[in-house]
């Protein structure tokens, strides 16, 4: 595609309820990284990528917190028991390479724990 | 512990005069640096990038300066316009061992009045 999409756009989660919120990046991108944005927040980094092997996942806050890019393209996040401090915006990213230096985000998914 | 951070968490400006965005890094080994520009409802956009080896570059309408010494970078914009009221993150593009992630400041507010 011509750009990184993500979806759903937004996402209202009853508290305990799983979620799974899908990337997919540019075609043939190797990086994909997922941020979590809370509000007036900088993005926070989560979980990093490299084609289907997650090389880092030293950003995910708990283990109810699980993703997945088990071909090397689209790439699932996954929450269980969702909780109310899980509310942010959750962004992915790619880039053409490893260590590419030039990431492109996607509009992100607005998930709102109620 | 380290991290990229803002002087300034909002700015408003005139419309036409030139804006000035600053940041603050602590990684001095950090060899990468990246302005975003993030809308409302939007993902971060790429506008400018910097190496450790320049301490100037220059865009459309945009400058990114970076002083090593004081472990600083500044986002110029020139004659700023109502399309550029946004926030405004510098990043740490840091080096992993198996590429990079972007470490993120909290953003900076951009507001241009008419």
């Known amino acids: 595609g011509a750009g990184v999409s993500q979806s759903p756009r937004y996402k209202v989660a009853k508290r305990g309820q799983d979620v799974a919120l899908r990337c997919d990046p540019i075609?043939?991108?190797?990086?994909l990284f997922w941020y979590q944005q809370a509000l007036g927040q900088g993005p926070e980094f989560l979980t990093y990528?490299?084609?289907?092997?997650?090389?880092?996942k030293s950003g995910l806050p708990s283990d109810r917190f699980f993703a997945e890019r088990p071909e090397g393209s689209v790439s699932t996040l996954k929450i269980q028991r969702t909780q109310q401090e899980d509310s942010a915006v959750y962004l992915c990213?790619?880039?053409?390479?490893?260590?590419?230096?030039?990431?492109?985000f996607g509009q992100g998914t607005r998930l709102t724990v109620v | 512990g380290e991290s990229v951070g803002l002087h300034l968490p909002t700015l408003s400006v005139q419309e036409g005069d030139n804006s000035i965005i600053n940041c603050a890094y602590s990684?001095?080994?950090?060899?990468?640096f990246i302005w975003y520009k993030q809308e409302s409802g939007k993902g971060p956009q790429f506008i400018i990038d910097?190496?450790?080896?320049?301490d100037k570059r220059q865009g459309q309408r945009v400058t990114v300066l970076l002083n090593k010494t004081v472990k600083h970078l500044s986002l110029q914009i020139a004659a700023t316009q109502p399309g550029d009221s946004a926030v405004y993150f510098c990043?740490?593009?840091?080096?992993?061992?198996?590429?990079?992630?972007?470490?993120f400041g909290a953003g900076t507010i951009l507001r241009v009045k008419s």
């Open positions: 990213a790619s880039s053409r390479q490893q260590g590419n230096t030039e990431a492109f």
């Open positions: 075609s043939g991108h190797v990086s």
């Open positions: 990528f490299q084609n289907e092997a997650q090389l880092d």
């Open positions: 990684n001095s080994a950090s060899d990468y």
């Open positions: 910097i190496r450790s080896n320049m």
């Open positions: 990043a740490e593009n840091r080096r992993m061992g198996y590429g990079n992630k972007l470490v």
